[in-house]
Structures are given as structure tokens and as C-alpha cells.
């Protein structure tokens, strides 16, 4: 959302707020650092292994609570998180309206990702305009019955932000320098998908050691989601191999560095299989769906799953044959060229008009 932000704050008569649901503390904290933003409004909802139904209650509370009490001319809400889900219900029953940032994506499976799919599904009729990211998403949201003139293809934000990044001097920490100074070629692991959690990621965490271990020539860097389900299990399984480092959670500058010093991205993140085609990155794609199929299309994804044995085909094929690396490298980004910011700005205070 920074992108949309720093538009906003390029407009003379357009002052904005932001609202923190309060998780991930130590993530958000830096990504705010980073961007050089402050929330206006911290809920600090997080609580040791709340369920979805706690988690729920404690950010509707929250932001209906800030809502109630404020005037506002529009609500912003991006991708497909519950708090995504819930600040537009929020705008809803305040009757005001809501815009949501990156919208249209679609698995067309309502557990594939769990809760997200449904998450953004339910905030497309809350939403009086919608920011979609692809045309694909925007032919999505018109099968659905949203109104076309309600409907912007911009670009998505991510990219925005990735520019915007990359073109501020970049220095890894001392920790990551021999990492990414090594000259063996690096695979960058990312995983922390509810449907993910027990037995697929176990295969998903076999087939790294066996891959290592057939290509002597090979690191893994697998920053752990701080999600217990994730983290215990991941070092329980792999946390005594020398060429597996597993870290915590990177900063979303050093995660730059290292998805550009990668040779390959492993990910379950939707915003990776974005972000990873702008760096001439393959990405193997850990779900078995994904709402991004253009990068299928053009080639930059591929599916893999959780299958032991496909991660394993398909990331040797990879590392074995050139050919097929250039042809996923060399793919073209469908997601943006750096602008989507700019647009929905424009897009939102023209309809405020």
C-alpha cells in the first residue's frame, strides 16, 4: 500500500491515515521503517495461538471502534487478508466508500488459499472500486457482475514498491554477506501457507534436503515464517544441514537482495511470484493453485505444489538445463511497470469528485 500512500500525499487536497491491525510486529515494524511511514492507528490484535475466530473478532472490534468515531471520504484495503476483508465491512456499515487494491484475483478454489480466496471474494461486493492489478482479474470481477466502469486495471502495487526499492542504495547485513557472496548457485525458500501447515510441508522440507544433497554445488536460504506451525517444524527437519540456512524473517530490503542474488525462488507468497519475474527470477509456485495464471502464461511460474518428487523433477530440470532456466528467466512480467500507484490515486479522486 506504500505506493498508494506516497501518491496520496503528492495531492494538495488528499490527507491519509493509516490503520495497523498490530501483527507481525516485528515484520511490520520494518517494513514501516523501510518506507519511512508511521500508522496513525496500531490495534495490537495479536494473541498466541488465536484462531481465525478470535483473530476476527479482535480486528473488527478494532477498526469498527476507529471508523465509528472519524470521518473519512474512502477506505483503502489491499489483497486478501481477513483485516482486507474486515476494513471493508468496516466501510460498508459506515457507509462509506471502499476501495479495494488489488482486486479480481481468483483460484476458483474457496480453500486454495485458505482463508484468502475467500477473503478477497467477499470484499468485491463491499467495494465500489476496484484496482485490478491484470486484465485477467478485471474480465474476473466483470464475470461476477461487477460494473465495468468500477473497474481499473492498473498494475499491481507490489512492483511499484520493488522499483521504488531497488532504486535506493541496497547493502546486506554482515550476517547474509558470505551468503550472498557465495559462488555456489542459491535457492531462496518461502513457505507459511495455512494449507500447507503438517505433512505438505514436510514433503516440501524432504525435498530440500535431498536436493542439496544430489547437487553439492547448491545453498538454500529459507527465511521461517515466525507462525510456530512453520518455524518448529522447519528446524526440527532441517536445521542441522551446512548448506541449509535457515534465518528468521528477512527485511523486505535484504529479501530484495536476496531473491536478486538467487539462482532459483521457491515460494508459497503470492507476492513473490509478482516481484520474482521483475528480477529475471524462476519461481517454483508451492500451492496446487495459484490467482496469478499470467505468470503461468507467459512462463516466469510454475506449479509444483507440495509433491516431494515434482519439487524435486522440476527444480533439477532447472538447475540441469539451461535452456529451460532462460526460458523462465527471460519471461515477461505481466504485473505492472511501476505505475499502479499513480492510477489508483487518480482513479479514486475522480470518483470522490
Known sequence: MAPVIFAAQKCDNVSTQILHTGQHL??????????????????????PNQSLFQLTSRITEGIGEIVSRNEYDMIFVQGDTTSAFLGALSGFYQKVPVAHVEAGLRTQNRYSPFPEEINRRLVTPLASLHFAPTERARQMLLNEGTPDQNIHVTGNTVIDALHWSINRKLSAPKEFSDIFATSERLILVTTHRRENFGDPHRQVFSALLELVDKFSNLRILFPIHPNPKVRDEAARLLNNHPRIHLTAPLSYQVF???MQRSFLIMSDSGGVQEEAPSLDKPVLVLRESTERPEGLETGALKLVGTDKAKIIACASELLCDQACYDRMAKATNPYGDGRAGERIIAAATAFLD
Request: zero cysteines.
Open 26 to 47: 516485528e515484520l511490520a515494524a520494518e517494513m514501516f521503517r523501510h518506507f519511512k511511514l508511521e500508522p496513525d492507528f496500531d490495534l495490537a490484535v495479536m494473541q
Open 256 to 258: 530484495i537482495m536476496a
